[in-house]
């Protein structure tokens, strides 16, 4: 089809614009991406990646949330993925004499009639398809400006995003997919306005053809030429652009997802290598390790973690969508110099996420979890805080003063050690001591639990319950320290390593089959990031032990509590962390109590912003998580309980932060005659009648 001359112009731009524009930008994203700090060796890669083409080739990732626009998205991908064989045919058709697919394969002798017939259906449909989904988005972001593309005011934003960066791209990268894929289809067409005949299997292109049934041959002809080059022609000119664009997820998404960390959900990754001498967090840009910069990459702009965020949800200054475009902006910007290894250091604090919004983080994984390409802007967070509380800028009074009791006491609320246990003092049975006694279950009990008089009455609950059901269980008493979770998150390392070291000690001084705890974050450090040296023991949550001890009749419901009407609120740490969502559920089916779901639960709860966030001395203004969550509760009952008996509304936490921050938003959103905050335990004991024993 195209002429000697078309086809020289054609090879010699492809060389320019792809053989060395592009090339040279992919290849400066290599380098820059390996200037980052090591990660953890990754295993099996090739069987990985193959499993991220499969999740991006069946979309599974993007359908974890907004599930409408995730059609469209679908739309989208799946026209763009079969693209990649309509060019190669184009190509052949534009190069290959006498090569061509439309209508039915008639112009090529040898050409496998059934099988072209199928080809040109697809690419028929899909082609329609890719232009409806390209087209709500861009009347999503331009018309109906969609808010949940739009960051909260505050949030650190590159100057280049603030100028409207973000939708400029998106509308150059819209344009090009309306302009290579309607040219290719409106070709088609007017292939077949040359044919003189409609395609069967062409059924949309056909359509279009009638449209031009009174060209003449020639300018048939040039309309052809025209939107071939249009088609084709547009990707080696988009090529240089695409490198720097937001387009470029296409191909960085599986990547990242397939070089994904392999540790726990739960594990964060070491301060610094291990053995290395490097300082550990990150105060600058090519402080991160290296998967990071790699997420900077594989961004979407989408904001669909801003979405889950609770932080951002409710008009903080946090926005873990920035923290991955200002990575972007700012490696864009100082491309050339980074590539070749000469920029200098390009503060995070600076560029990329303020003080502020990095103590706003609750560490709730939420971010991650929603991302349909594998970013952790949490990671990057965790690096920073790190780095700031080496220099010692920006940390929350109340952070520090926690901080100070973990080091010294082993406990965030300024109690002494020989006060631990003290809560087991009131109790008419006799708790055994783990370091003089072996015992089947090791109870972490946890700070909360263990000083918080709002909470200890349920610790000694528990404690009653697993007597009565005739467990063999045990407590470490003062040798307990803090099982380090959030001092992690909250940056402070070597407190943790002291933390973990002294109850790693009191665990190797004890005699115990596995342990049982009623802290979901002390589950989450126990069980993913301590270092049991070949003695690692199971760790489980007190809600699966509860489960068991029904299930084998050593717990019997003698109250069913069918007056309840309940939802259920999911702990971070327990949930998105662990995956541990049914022991709760079949222990309230178990109880008789009638359980109705919040829009927001399991992988989707919305976190009560605690955590160490609990620690702050200072809360911003506005609505908190802890209340939003409350809202939610109330309008889930309401809807399926009505208005009447809310005395009998339950809101159930099976975490004791969670019962320390729900407990006051119900007071602070004015819903503590419409709906009780109860733990498990409250209920298992009402069920079995020993709250009256």
Known sequence: MLTTIEKLIFILLVAFFVGFLALRGFWGIYKIVRQGRPAPALKNIPQRMLAAVVQVGLQQTIFRSRPWLSV????????????????????????????ELVYGGRAL????????NLFNLVADILSVLTLLGMIVFLVRRFISRDQRLRFNEGVLLNPRVQAGG??????????????????????????????????PFMPFASLTANLFGGLSPAALDAGIHTTWWLAIGLIVLFFPYFVVSKHIHLMVAPINLGLAKQNPRGQLDDASPPGSDIQP????????????????????????CNDVCPAHSLGSVLSPAAVEVNKRYLINQNFAALAGGSAPPLSLIEHVISPQAVWSC????????????G?????????????????????????????????KNGNWFGQGKRARPKWSKALDIEIKDAGKEAVDYLWFVGDTASFDSRVTPLTQAFARILHHAGVDFGILGQAESNAGNDVRRMGEEGLFEQLMENNLKAFSASTFERIVTTDPHSLNTLRNEYRWNGNRRQVIHYSSLLLQLFESGRLQVTQPLS????????????GRYNGEYQ????????????????????????????????????????????????REAVTTLTAHAGEGKQENWLFVVSCPKDLIMFSDAVKTTANDGAIQVIDLIQLVEQATGLDKA
Not at 172 to 197: D, K, P, T, Y
Not at 290 to 303: F, G, H, K, S
Not at 612 to 617: K, S
Request: hydrophobic share 45%.
């Open 281 to 304: 967090g990150a105060a600058n840009l090519l402080d991160l390790a290296w998967p990071r910069l790699l997420d900077a990459y594989a961004c979407i702009m989408c904001n669909r």
């Open 72 to 99: 469209f998205h679908a739309f989208i991908f799946f026209g763009f993925s079969y693209y990649f064989l309509v060019n190669v045919t184009d190509l052949l058709e534009g190069f290959a004499p006498g090569f």
């Open 362 to 373: 609750t560490t709730c994984y939420a971010c991650v979890r929603v991302c349909p390409v």
């Open 583 to 630: 022991a709760v559920r079949k222990l309230l089916q178990h109880l008789g109590v009638a359980l109705h779901e919040m829009p927001r639960n399991c992988e989707n709860s919305f976190c009560c912003g605690g955590g160490g966030h609990i620690w702050m001395g200072e809360t911003p203004p506005g609505e908190r998580p802890a209340e939003n969550r409350i």
């Open 563 to 574: 007056a309840y009407v309940a939802t259920y609120h999911d702990p971070c740490y327990l």
């Open 166 to 199: 973000v939708a400029r791209d998106s509308l150059i990268v819209g344009g090009f997919i309306l302009l290579h894929v309607g040219s290719r289809f409106l070709g088609q067409a007017l292939r077949l306005a040359e044919h003189g005949a409609p395609d």
């Open 109 to 116: 002798a040898a050409a496998p009639t059934g099988l072209v």
């Open 375 to 407: 970013n952790e802007p949490m990671a990057d967070i965790v690096d920073i805080r790190r780095s700031l509380l080496i220099q010692g800028d920006g940390l929350d009074s109340g952070v520090q003063t926690a901080l100070e009791s973990l080091s």
